[in-house]
């Protein structure tokens, strides 16, 4: 007979009354409290459709939560975001706070949990059953890190798998500490499961990341490297995956595959991770390291090794400077070093190693009109940009240099004259430092968004070779035709309005967006486009400030409305009404505003460059015409769906 | 559960810790109670006199150097346990080559390893002798204060005035650690020169609020029955030298928290005064 699942009626979960309304949040995506994300699913069929999103490569959720009540998101894949959210926001009605402190990785064959603390294990395995409750194909996995040897930690207490009630060795439920024994590791390694995460890595459009909190330490720590590659090198969705990872494999053998994936298409650079553990810190962990660079260099045959240090070998003492001459030595090596104390986070650290490793070659000089671009994703956008650099102005591309990474061609980078480094703050501090001391001359126009910052970019570009684009008879022909059609879109534009919901936090986002990896400047772009804007803010919390913020951007202040909402019924109200004619939302398809007749927009349609500006304005025209929504409005209302739990 | 004493001596290097632990150790034995020395120093010199002339040192850092702690089985940490003479049992840290490493580590993991197995704790020992290395000059040399293995600290000093500051230090350490129950049972004179003025040392003491329970003299008989691989009370039964290590031994188990002072941290300046007299 079938066991009857309890219920909470949907009335009781949406009594959520004491949560301020999430809203259509720029950027972030809060939609945490808001009941209407549950999107008529239970829990078992969000889940289910979450595991469906791509049944050969498996949705990775990479998470840590930071806070009780709130958590950050970024991802390409909406709808699994969607779907997860859901999920856990109902879970959230019951258990608030009990997602902190965990990482979690969703496979299509189970959970994967890393907790920090394992005093939470029962918790975890109570919140596991609950979420994936008797999904047939969801299995919970609930792997603990203890590394830090917290005195109630599951590794203090010498605990093994079979200790644990009802879980023998080999189990596939396995709960299992995540430290030194390494079990946790030989776990993932013997069900194919780190090969699969790795797909999905560098997949890159099917990934997910919510990531907050601290990662300390992890960054080195062996036992995560594979987990830590999506710490470091993560962007808002867009991984810049700058590292490869070698590691060794169950067998205890060196595994130095260059994997292949979106941004890794040749050779990138590699860094060592040498698992010294306790004994070695104790001990000395010199002998280690020589041998494991030796091996690793001669394995490279030739190709550069790149060594990122976490603290503790620099706090135990280890003379690394002297381990890697005596490596190169021998084996005709080139190994790169960076010994650093504190936080070993990537892209800085890279940075230096590659700096290292081009400082060598600054005996060539560059010639004719060559340029490198520092920290620009390679897209199509970017090949109209650069082709224009060429056909108007003779400018030849001679490499882009970062995030993706060519080993091979890097001794060409000072063939170019001019680096070009993209200005979105979070890189740009670290390409300031790195790359100016390089002997080139460098510039760092404006984030080629809209049709204002491309030229700009491009004149900025000529201007260094002393090419002046007003006295190019063949670009001014171009840019005046390329222009006639901008203005032609931008009068039908100023018909239309757009609304934004934020919250506080977003704010800071909206007005200084090149502190932020996509680093587009939305609200600036948006007004160039001559779209009327509508912001409402959905937390009274430093309004006025932001407002002011807010509105001091803007050329045509009497155009844009700023103002504050804070009732659920007042924001649904707003979205179908004096919203505007397109809402931003992260969320594809976003229920709550297709049920109002509106469409929506994000980031994701902005493109870079004079081509890609005029085709954003169209898509997003074309958005704001659309009836579709407004004719179907009536089927996008949401239906109450009861919860099952244990 | 039997009541253990646990004892730790700790002392500016060379002062003769380990000289003075392992006659206490022998005392301890042949009264018939079961002891543990542990040496917490990398040169596992410790428990030297203790064990056999043949006898191999097998410290825990050679066993940790092969095997990861967390996989250590009872015969492994049972391993670590060496038999000594009057069936003292003797435990070796080690530690790193000298240069690399981390000692202090070292002894902090040795006690996690030891408390996990429910050695310290266990109730199988009597007295558990703790010789600890120099000064403590990191967490790590702290460990049995920390970690609650230990209960007595003594401190051998010598008239000599390095042994002295080294012994103000030590004594800012047992303060530091007070609130697990540690607390300083005295100081322990071990001299260099038999003729040496003693002034300064009594001031220290009292400033310090700490009596010595004991003055060993320089003696040759110590000397000579380290030489043969022996303790004095064992080479030397009847001497004057194993009387004051006899009288000692029971000071030093007699000794409780409740009749202990409270040692008084002396600060730079004031020791400066109390060493060389007021300037």
């Known amino acids: 007979m079938a066991r009857k699942q309890k219920t909470i009626p949907f009335e009781k979960q949406a009594d959520d009354s004491k949560f301020k309304c999430g809203g259509v949040s720029a950027y972030s995506g809060r939609w945490f409290y808001d009941r209407s994300f549950a999107c008529g699913d239970s829990t078992k069929d969000l889940f289910r459709k979450l595991m469906n999103l791509s049944p050969n490569s498996p949705v990775l959720l990479d998470a840590l939560f930071w806070e009780h009540d709130f958590f950050k998101i970024r991802l390409f894949d909406r709808q699994a975001k969607e779907y997860f959210l859901a999920a856990v926001g109902h879970y959230q009605k019951d258990k608030k706070g009990l997602y902190e402190k965990y990482r979690c990785a969703a496979l299509p064959n189970g959970f994967v949990i890393l907790s920090r603390d394992g005093a939470l294990k029962a918790e975890a395995e109570k919140t596991l059953s609950c979420l994936a409750g008797n999904l047939g194909r969801i299995k919970p996995h609930v792997l603990f890190d203890t590394a830090y040897n917290d005195r109630n930690s599951f590794l203090k207490k010498r605990s093994r798998p079979e200790d644990l009630p009802g879980k023998a060795p080999g189990n596939c439920g396995l709960f299992d500490e995540w430290g030194d024994s390494r079990v946790g590791h030989t776990f993932m390694f013997s069900r194919s499961l780190l090969d699969r995460i790795t797909q999905v890595k560098l997949s890159g459009d099917k990934s997910m990341s919510l990531r907050c909190g601290d990662v300390e330490c992890n960054n080195m720590y062996y036992p995560f490297n594979f987990f830590d590659s999506f710490f470091m090198f993560n962007t808002y969705g867009r991984y810049v995956p700058i590292a490869e990872h070698i590691f060794r494999n169950d067998r205890g053998q060196l595994d130095a595959r260059i994997r292949s994936g979106r941004l890794f298409k040749d050779i990138i650079s590699c860094y060592g991770a040498i698992e010294l553990k306790n004994e070695d810190v104790i001990l000395g962990g010199d002998e280690k390291i020589y041998n494991f660079l030796d091996k690793l260099t001669r394995e490279r045959k030739g190709l550069p090794v790149f060594v990122l240090c976490s603290c503790i070998s620099k706090v135990i003492g280890s003379d690394l400077d002297s381990l890697v001459k005596r490596i190169n030595r021998k084996n005709g090596a080139r190994i790169i070093c960076d010994q650093n104390i504190g936080c070993a986070w990537g892209q800085e650290l890279v940075l230096n190693l590659l700096s290292g490793y081009l400082s060598d070659e600054k005996s060539r000089e560059g010639h004719g009109k060559r340029i490198n671009l520092v920290g620009f994703e390679k897209d199509h956008a970017l090949e109209e940009l650069t082709g224009l650099l060429r056909s108007f102005f003779g400018i030849e591309l001679n490499m882009v240099f ?76 171009y840019y005046n035709r390329k222009l006639a059609r901008w203005d032609e879109l931008v009068r039908e534009a100023r018909k239309f309005r757009l609304g934004l919901v934020v919250g506080d936090e977003d704010a800071a986002l909206l007005v200084s967006p090149e502190k932020y990896p996509f680093g587009i400047p939305l609200l600036k772009c948006l007004e160039e486009m001559g779209f009327g804007l509508n912001i409402l803010f959905t937390s009274s919390e430093g309004f006025e400030e932001n407002k002011k913020r807010i509105m001091d951007l803007f050329e045509h202040k009497g155009r844009h409305k700023v103002e504050l909402l804070n009732d659920k019924q007042g924001l649904e109200k707003w979205i179908a009404g004096e919203g505007g004619d397109c809402i931003y939302s992260d969320i594809r398809e976003d229920a709550r505003i297709m049920s109002s007749g509106k469409s929506s927009f994000s980031l994701f349609i902005f493109e870079r460059g004079i081509e890609g500006a005029v085709r954003t304005l169209e898509e997003l025209l074309r958005l704001c015409r659309v009836s579709f929504f407004k004719r179907y409005k009536e089927y996008g209302k949401l239906k109450p769906h009861p919860i099952a739990i244990e | 559960m039997k009541k253990v004493n646990k004892i730790v001596i700790y002392g500016k290097g060379g002062i003769g810790k380990s000289m003075i632990a392992s006659n206490l150790s022998m005392i301890y034995a042949r009264q018939g109670l079961k002891v543990l020395q542990i040496g917490c120093d990398p040169k596992h010199d410790s428990t030297i006199r203790l064990l056999g002339e043949r006898q191999k040192i097998r410290t825990v850092m050679d066993i940790v150097a092969k095997k990861s702690p967390v996989n250590l089985t009872r015969d492994d940490v049972a391993s670590l346990i060496m038999k000594g003479k009057n069936n003292i049992d003797c435990i070796e840290c080690g530690g790193p080559k000298p240069g690399v490493g981390c000692a202090g580590r070292g002894i902090l993991l040795m006690s996690e390893i030891l408390s996990d197995a429910g050695i310290i704790n266990g109730g199988e020992y009597d007295v558990i002798v703790f010789d600890i290395l120099g000064d403590v000059v990191c967490g790590g040399f702290a460990a049995p204060l920390k970690l609650n293995f230990a209960e007595k600290v003594f401190i051998a000093i010598s008239e000599e005035l390095a042994s002295l500051y080294a012994a103000n230090n030590i004594s800012q350490a047992v303060l530091h650690y007070k609130n697990n129950g540690i607390y300083l049972g005295g100081l322990i004179l071990n001299l260099r020169d038999n003729n040496a003025d003693l002034k300064h040392v009594g001031r220290f003491a009292k400033r310090l609020n700490a009596d010595i329970l004991a003055k060993i003299p320089r003696s040759k008989k110590i000397a000579d029955a380290e030489h043969r691989n022996n303790t004095a009370v064992e080479a030397y039964p009847s001497s004057d030298v194993a009387r004051i290590f006899s009288g000692l031994a029971k000071d030093i188990l007699e000794c409780k928290k409740t009749s202990s002072r409270k040692p008084r941290y002396i600060g730079e300046e004031a020791l400066g005064d109390i060493l060389y007299g007021a300037r």
């Open chain 1, 402 to 477: 970062l995030p993706e990474v060519d080993l091979r061609s890097l001794g060409s980078y000072y063939n170019a004259r001019l680096q070009v480094l993209n200005p979105v703050e979070i890189y740009a501090k670290a390409y300031r430092r790195v790359f100016r001391k390089m002997g080139i001359g460098s510039v760092e126009p404006p984030a080629p968004y809209g049709m204002k910052r491309s030229t700009a970019w491009i004149r900025s570009i000529a201007g260094f070779f002393k090419t002046r684009a007003d006295k190019n008879k063949s670009w001014k022909e």
